[in-house]
């Protein structure tokens, strides 16, 4: 679009040339000032159609949109490439020569650098020129929050350069001329200090004493009055040195003046996001505080710094110091020598320099007093090595970065880094490898900031990697980080070593914390909890092992799970490291023994969580002790389950890969009744298949046949009959091999359970009779109980006349055991029956013990099962208040485990109920709660199921048939 040029520090507007553009309609300029808020980035089009109407746009505004974007494009004759259609939004492309907002940040710019050079007149045209763009308030008739907020940020720039501008003036020393345009800006903001203090030194030059003083009582009168508050350090500065006569006032305007220091090291100039810390920083600084800037190695901590400085400095007319601290050397720098550095920045010549740290440190703090300056720390090794070099409060401010928490520094305000945010990340490749190659291959580019791990100096890396090879594609790096053997030896280019700068991290550490880190490497990338660090030494650790690593930024606290854990996490670059120097440093057998004791002390905490499940059926082994014990103990089962979860799919796939088999298929195994709660069927699938590749490459028939059996009961929930009969078979097989009848049998009572439900009732019965043979013989008598079970139930189902005696043969065993769970069970079994031979009030006596059971051994979800029975068998006899009630408690029950299956049937057949009693309003609540799970879930049947109720509760109320009941809930 050559020749047409934007305004938006006034009123929107553009020019062609120097003639203005005719774009039409206000609501077009409201649009084009919406692009130009955002302009270079894409904008959605409901930002556009706030911009134009506000809280009440028309229904059209959709169309309207298109067509004002589209007077914009002919109005300015703006091709595609200038403003683009992006989605559902639009791009405008403009160049900084064409905006007057970016403009005018140039030539402030250019006004600091020409200041710094000590040419005062060009830094004053600078200036003036930078103001006459400025037709009004920025952005005017825009009323968005983010035009509010630009408007705001851009005000306060202009502000700050007419200051600058009266500063200038005051430095050469034509104060008469600043003071006519302090005075309107004081009182259009009658609380900038610093506008004040500039005011009463212009005064003070003018021969004007008085009303120098008076300025500063009237805002101190102001303050007290409106804000309960003081004039700052710099106005009571000044005040004081009016009142004294001090010349310093007057050597500001010396024809000679000796300029400011200025030690700060050069600014980033592709230095990209850090928005919110850069912001929460400048305010520190304007407030004159002491701030860390502590996070871990190359995050950037000492380039925000110097962004921050560098913006700040103009507030700090006395100039910067600086120190590299070398805190990450084998020896950090002394802080006596430090100060004698400075002191020489100072002026103090070496022939009067104090000999000794205090007295050294006391004339540094003379010397500092009363001025205002920036000092800027870099590299701290400690609270220790800063103490003898922060100034005096009041006019100074001080950063200081490290990479430890420097929390024993007094009255230090932090500002932690973590790793950039993916948009930032992308940015920052771009700006050092180039747009168009990121624009051009967007997934690569998104690949190398995750390979990254967000982390700036890694990216920086790249960056530089990619600009220097102009042939590569970003394809070609990519494929080279996907290797994470060799992902660290490709983050190098120049000076710039990621491991080198990870390196002087460890040499700020104790051995011990070393040694923890480097084997924390070998777990893997999932959120791990504080106890793993015992079991990883070998011995019960210390807090201060852990404790250590997170000062040093090397280990994460991500957050406290649900089984009040603290959870840790490493940075994958610095996981990689870690592992890294585990297999430099460590041979094999001490690593496969850390991670053992890890697996142990998962397997014991799991085995631990599953007898909380079912007390009755996991009991401690007798003579079996844990291989090891770790310093946690279970308290709830399912909130511990639930933090584990992903950690215990990878604990398996590490056991597997070390060749800890067993270990591998004991965790699969004790993880089951977890995964059945919840209805884990995928995690229960993946594990055990972990777990059996790793149990058949060692020729561990046991682990295999148990493996086998556990996914041949998940293809059964999962109505994978074909499959569930396959393992079982093998299962049974192998069990048979290696003469563990016990095990055979529980194998073929599943394998019957697979016949029953493909309506094989024959075979069904065959193989359930063989299974109670060997678990008669092997005295299995709670399996006893449960299969004589199955058998009455497959005899009801044949029309067997002593189907009955069956199940309470069962229920008698379990009687005699007093395993009161498995009475509960079979009591719900037996309701079946007597449901079927309509005894109905027997089949509600058997749910009604059941229930009572459950809840006295506080079995929460075998209780909701059973009052979901319950609430069917009320709901068909009509009576809606014990169906409520019981449906009622069952649903919450599921929700709060997150089964959302179970939890829709509860809705459904509630709703059914009422829509047949004539509660259309209730029947719509509920019915529509289970049309919203069903969909959740993945079971679209069942939804058009409850729907159909749904909408036959909205017109002609009418029983609608339920659909098949999901096999996972059939088998309960």
């Known amino acids: 679009m050559p020749g047409i040029r934007f305004g938006v520090l006034g009123p929107v507007a553009a020019w062609r040339g120097t003639a203005p553009a005719e774009l039409g309609s206000g609501k077009c300029l409201r649009v084009l000032g919406v692009l130009l808020l955002h302009a270079n980035q894409r904008v959605d089009r409901e930002q556009i159609i706030e911009g134009a109407w506000g809280g009440k746009p028309p229904r059209s505004a959709v169309n309207l949109v298109q067509k004002y974007v589209g007077e914009v494009r002919r109005s300015l004759d703006l091709d595609d490439g200038s403003l683009q259609t992006v989605g559902a939004g639009y791009l405008l492309r403009v160049a900084p020569d064409q905006l007057d907002s970016a403009q005018f940040a140039g030539r402030l710019a250019r006004a600091r650098e020409t200041r710094s050079d000590g040419d005062l007149t060009a830094a004053r045209q600078h200036l003036a020129e930078a103001m006459t763009l400025w037709r009004g308030p920025a952005f005017s008739g825009i009323d968005t929050p983010a035009a509010t907020t630009e408007r705001a940020r851009l005000d306060e720039y202009r502000f700050g350069a007419l200051e600058d501008l009266a500063e200038l003036d005051l430095l050469r020393g034509e104060h008469a001329l600043a003071i006519p345009e302090l005075s309107r800006l004081t009182d259009e ?4 200090e610093r506008a004040r203090e500039l005011l009463m030194i212009a005064l003070y030059r003018s021969g004007r004493q008085g009303d120098a003083l008076a300025v500063f009582h009237d805002i101190q009168r102001l ?37 400011p220091i200025a030690q700060l090291p050069a600014d980033i100039p592709d230095f990209t996001g850090r928005a919110g810390p850069l912001g929460e920083l400048l305010d520190l600084l304007a407030d004159r505080r002491v701030v860390v800037v502590a996070g871990a190695p190359g995050t950037g901590k000492s380039a925000l710094a110097v962004r921050a400085l560098h913006q700040a400095r103009d507030a700090f007319p006395d100039g910067q110091l600086y120190l590299d601290l070398a805190g990450t050397c084998t020896v950090p720098r002394d802080p006596a020598m430090m100060l004698a550095e400075l ?16 007295e050294r440190a006391a004339l540094y703090r003379s010397r500092l007093a009363g001025r205002r300056m920036l000092v800027l720390l870099d590299d701290a090794a400690g609270a220790q090595q800063v103490r003898p070099l922060l100034p005096p409060s009041g006019g100074c401010a001080v950063v200081v970065t490290s990479r430890q928490r420097l ?30 190659r990121v624009e051009r291959e967007p997934e690569a580019a998104d690949a190398i900031v995750r390979l990254c791990g967000r982390l700036p100096l890694a990216i920086r890396i790249t960056g530089a990697k990619l600009a220097g ?13 996907e290797d994470e053997s060799r992902r660290l030896c490709e983050l190098r280019v120049g000076d710039l070593d990621v491991r080198a700068n990870f390196d002087l991290s460890l040499r700020l550490l104790p051995e011990e914390a070393v040694r923890a880190f480097r084997l924390l490497g070998l777990l893997g990338a999932e959120t791990l909890p504080a106890w793993v660090i ?9 807090d201060d092992v852990l404790d250590a690593l997170v000062d040093a930024y090397l280990v994460r606290l991500v957050t406290t799970d649900r089984a009040g ?31 053992e004791r890890v697996l142990s002390a998962w397997l014991a905490l799991a085995e631990q969580a599953r007898a909380l499940f079912y007390p009755s059926l996991f009991r401690p082994t007798p003579g079996r002790s844990p291989r090891w014990t770790p310093d946690y103990t279970v308290v709830d089962p399912i909130a511990w389950f639930d933090a584990e979860r992903g950690t215990l799919l990878r604990a398996m796939e590490l056991a597997a890969a070390w060749g800890l088999d067993e270990v591998a298929w004991e965790l699969a195994i004790a993880a089951v009744p977890y995964y059945d709660h919840r209805s884990l069927y995928q995690d229960w699938n993946r594990s055990h298949q972990i777990a059996l590749d790793a149990a058949v490459v060692a020729g561990n028939t046991h682990g295999e046949a148990a493996l086998l059996q556990g996914l041949g009961q998940v293809h059964i929930y999962l109505d994978e009959m074909a499959e569930a009969r396959h393992d079982l078979h093998r299962c049974a097989q192998l069990y048979q091999a290696i003469g563990d009848r016990r095990g055979e049998g529980l194998a073929l009572a599943s394998l019957g359970t697979v016949h029953r439900v493909r309506g094989e009732l024959d075979a069904a019965l065959a193989v359930d009779k063989e299974a109670l043979a060997h678990l008669a013989a092997a005295g299995h008598r709670q399996a006893e109980a449960q299969i004589r079970t199955a058998i009455g139930i497959i005899g009801f189902e044949q029309g067997v006349a002593d189907a009955g005696r069956w199940i309470e043969d069962g229920l008698r065993i379990a009687r005699h055991l007093g395993d009161r769970h498995r009475q509960a069970v079979i009591l719900r079994t037996l309701s079946r029956y007597h449901l079927g031979i309509g005894d109905t009030p027997a089949a509600l006596r058997d749910l009604t013990e059941a229930l009572t059971i459950f809840n006295e051994i506080s079995d929460k979800r075998c209780g909701a099962y059973t009052d979901q029975r319950l609430g069917v068998i009320y709901a068909e006899l009509g009576d809606r208040s014990r169906a409520d009630s019981a449906l009622q408690r069952a649903a919450h029950v599921f929700r709060a485990n997150g089964d959302r299956s179970n939890e829709a049937a509860c809705w459904q057949q509630l709703g059914e109920l009422e829509s047949e009693l004539g509660d259309p309003a209730a029947a719509r609540r509920h019915l529509g709660l289970a049309v919203e799970l069903w969909r959740a879930v993945g079971l679209p049947e069942r939804a058009d199921c409850a729907q159909a109720a749904l909408d036959a509760a909205d017109g002609d109320v009418r029983r609608v048939p339920a659909a098949p009941v999901h096999p996972a809930v059939r088998r309960r």
Do not use: F, K
Not at 189 to 192: D, F, G, V
Not at 226 to 255: F, K, S
Not at 409 to 436: F, N, P, Y
Not at 534 to 542: D, I, N
């Open 223 to 259: 303050l007290a009055e409106e804000l309960g508050a003081n004039p700052g350090p710099g106005l009571q500065r000044v005040h004081g040195q009016i009142l004294h006569a001090d010349p310093a006032l007057d050597l500001l305007t010396a024809p000679g003046e000796q300029r």
């Open 407 to 436: 929390a024993d520094l007094a009255g230090a305000e932090h500002v932690e880094l973590d790793v950039l945010s993916t948009e930032d990340a992308r940015s920052l490749l771009a700006r050092i490898a180039g747009a168009e």
């Open 534 to 542: 015992g079991p990883l030494l070998g011995h019960p650790a210390t």
């Open 565 to 595: 854990q603290p959870r840790y996490r490493l940075h994958d670059l610095l996981r990689a490291y870690a592992s890294e120097g585990a297999q430099d440093c460590y041979p094999v057998e001490e690593r496969r023994a850390a991670v």
């Open 469 to 481: 090879r102009r042939a590569w594609t970003l394809q070609v790096l990519r494929d080279r980080l």
């Open 343 to 358: 002191l020489r920045a100072l002026g103090v010549t070496d022939a009067v320099m104090p000999p000794g740290l205090h």
């Open 189 to 192: 903001h009658p609380y900038r």
